[in-house]
T-cell receptor
């Protein structure tokens, strides 16, 4: 039981490049989330999904896109990287009732130069 | 989303109890109170949650005020490994999302 797996762990992008942050979970959780965490700050919700084929915006969705074609996977796409997107990105998953809380991945540290 | 308010930082001595407060004056009847902690360079991890009654688990205790407008996470004997950022968040099971604040940074002194 691996929980929530994020890849890559680290990445450096140049301004204007694109990339996809991968997130997969093996707990059969319906709900999945993407958060970003800037240095010394709390977590900001980017996008979330309550099930395959359903996604919705969080607090800071601009510059990002998501898709949810399967229950297990919830990739986050950056189309035109900007320095403001330098951050640590966390993926999380949960059951709908959140009875066991959120399970977080170990994060992807992204630097845009 | 209902908001929570936590002190920016707190200090504790090792092996002493720690009481981490959280205010949530706009809590609704269907909001659960969740606590998470984030160790340095790691993702947040679930600690405990409750609705109305006080809760205990192997990690901590959660004391919820009678009017539910505040709660306190209790670490019974702080260790150096408890130094982390602690987040109090409200989760409404009728809503798909929840927001995190900036949390409380707990420093444990030997």
């Amino acid at each position: 039981n691996a929980g929530v797996t994020q890849t890559p762990k680290f990445r450096i992008l140049k301004i204007g490049q694109s990339m996809t942050l991968q997130c997969t979970q093996d707990m059969n959780h319906n709900y999945m989330y993407w958060y970003r965490q800037d240095p010394g700050m709390g977590l900001k919700l980017i996008y979330y999904s309550v099930g395959a084929g359903i996604t919705d915006k969080g607090e800071v969705p601009n510059g990002y896109n998501v898709s949810r074609s399967t229950t297990e996977d919830f990739p986050l796409r950056l189309e035109l990287a900007a320095p403001s997107q330098t951050s640590v990105y966390f993926c999380a998953s949960s059951y709908p009732d959140r009875a066991d809380g959120y399970t977080f991945g170990s994060g992807t540290r992204l630097t845009v130069v | 989303d209902a908001k929570t308010t936590q002190p920016n930082s707190m200090e504790s001595n090792e092996e002493e109890p720690v009481h981490l407060p959280c205010n949530h004056s706009t809590i609704s009847g269907t909001d659960y109170i969740h606590w998470y902690r984030q160790l340095p360079s790691q993702g947040p991890e679930y600690v405990i949650h409750g609705l109305t009654s006080n809760v205990n688990n192997r990690m901590a205790s959660l004391a919820i005020a009678e009017d539910r407008k505040s709660s306190t996470l209790i670490l019974h004997r702080a260790t150096l490994r408890d130094a982390a950022v602690y987040y109090c968040i409200l989760i409404n099971t009728n809503a798909g999302k929840s927001t995190f604040g900036d949390g409380t940074t707990l420093t444990v002194k030997p």
